[in-house]
């Protein structure tokens, strides 16, 4: 089992910057692919970024440019930088790590909450 702690959300106004981490532990390896997921009230769940355990990065559309993810393999740690924010932005924000690829779990967090606002 692998279990997954979002921290760092929280209220932010137009143009300010948040960082997200999610703290793993129990069975993780720097072989899971980890990713940032969000969900808006109403709205289905999409992905935000992804990055593998080689350090390749993928982003959605939305954030490009914006959002940074990073992940720190000695602390099981992944990051994700958040700059210009825009009230688009508030979600729930969920961590995920994915193993399947190498026959494990896909694991989620429980979430944290990001609201852009004035």
């Known amino acids: 089992q692998v279990q997954l702690v979002e921290s760092g959300g929280g209220l932010v106004q137009p143009g300010g910057s948040l960082r997200l981490s999610c703290a793993a532990s129990?069975?993780?390896?720097?072989?899971?692919?980890m990713g940032w997921y969000r969900q808006a009230p109403g709205k289905s769940r999409i992905m935000v970024a992804a990055?593998?355990?080689?350090?390749?990065?993928a982003y959605g559309d939305s954030v490009k440019g914006r959002f940074t993810i990073s992940r720190d393999n000695a602390k099981n740690t992944v990051y994700l930088q958040m700059n210009s924010l825009e009230p688009k932005d508030t979600a729930v924000y969920y961590c995920n790590a994915d193993g399947r690829a190498a026959g494990w779990g896909d694991y989620w967090g429980q979430g944290t909450q990001v609201t852009v606002s004035s």
């Open positions: 990055i593998t355990s080689g350090g390749s990065t």
């Open positions: 129990g069975s993780i390896s720097s072989d899971y692919a």
